[in-house]
Nanobody, 125 residues
Framework: QVHVVESGGGLVQAGGSLRLSCVASGRTSSPYAMGWFRQAPGKEREFVAAVRWDYGNTYYASSVKGRFTISGDYVKNTMYLQMNSLKPEDTAVYFC??????????????????WGQGTQVTVSS
């Protein structure tokens, strides 16, 4: 079993920054990729960013590209999401996800096997 824990959420004013962290533990000897998703009230969970560990490729949703940066440490199974220039529409619960499976897609909920409980990010206007 894999245990995933996010941290770093909080309340910030528009234009501010936050850094989210995610740690995966347990049977994570070779995670293929880790990703961030978010879910606002009344909306479906949506892709934010992902990192593929074998080549270090990163992927971003168009809504966050240029403002958010994903990074991490493969050996430590740790991932970060640096969020700058935050907007009220970024308000959501942010989830960390892990997959050990090789996949051509990393932007869908079903591409991931393990999920954290989420951390709340609130951006005030």
């Amino acid at each position: 079993q894999v245990h995933v824990v996010e941290s770093g959420g909080g309340l910030v004013q528009a234009g501010g920054s936050l850094r989210l962290s995610c740690v995966a533990s347990g049977r994570t000897s070779s995670p293929y990729a880790m990703g961030w998703f978010r879910q606002a009230p009344g909306k479906e969970r949506e892709f934010v960013a992902a990192v593929r560990w074998d080549y270090g490729n990163t992927y971003y949703a168009s809504s966050v590209k240029g403002r958010f940066t994903i990074s991490g440490d493969y050996v430590k199974n740790t991932m970060y999401l640096q969020m700058n220039s935050l907007k009220p529409e970024d308000t959501a619960v942010y989830f960390c996800a892990v997959t050990p499976r090789v996949s051509s897609s990393l932007t869908a909920v079903q591409d991931y096997d393990y999920w954290g409980q989420g951390t709340q990010v609130t951006v005030s206007s």
